[in-house]
């Protein structure tokens, strides 16, 4: 047991003692920010680095272009691939609600209450 302990500590050392003779030094953080910068000039991907550059998405149109075609495509209906239209508003219900409400306990009172109106206090 001795024996093992020893020589695994024997190794240990060993292999830091190597580590610590070797003579390529970690690049400094300039000489990293300075290769990536030529890199990313060049279009070349630095060897172990994403690319993090996005896609070009800048629009050459002006606002005000892009809007009034949205608007008109939107009116035709013929919105562009992606654009969706505003959900309009459920139109209001021209009842009163005294007679809604009638209605409702009706079909409670006959069981054929629509649901969302199921578990309402009886």
Known sequence: MKLKLTLL????GAS???QAQ???????????KAEAKTAVKAGTAVEGVESSSKADTKSTKKRDDVKSDAKTA?????AEK???A???ADTKSTEKRADVKADAKTAVKAGTATTGVEGAKK
């Open 82 to 84: 992606g654009v969706e």
């Open 22 to 32: 070797t003579t390529e030094a970690p690049k400094k953080r300039e000489e990293v």
């Open 16 to 18: 830091l003692i190597a």
């Open 9 to 12: 500590a024997l190794l240990a």
């Open 74 to 78: 939107v009116k035709a209906g013929t």
């Open 86 to 88: 505003s959900p309009k």
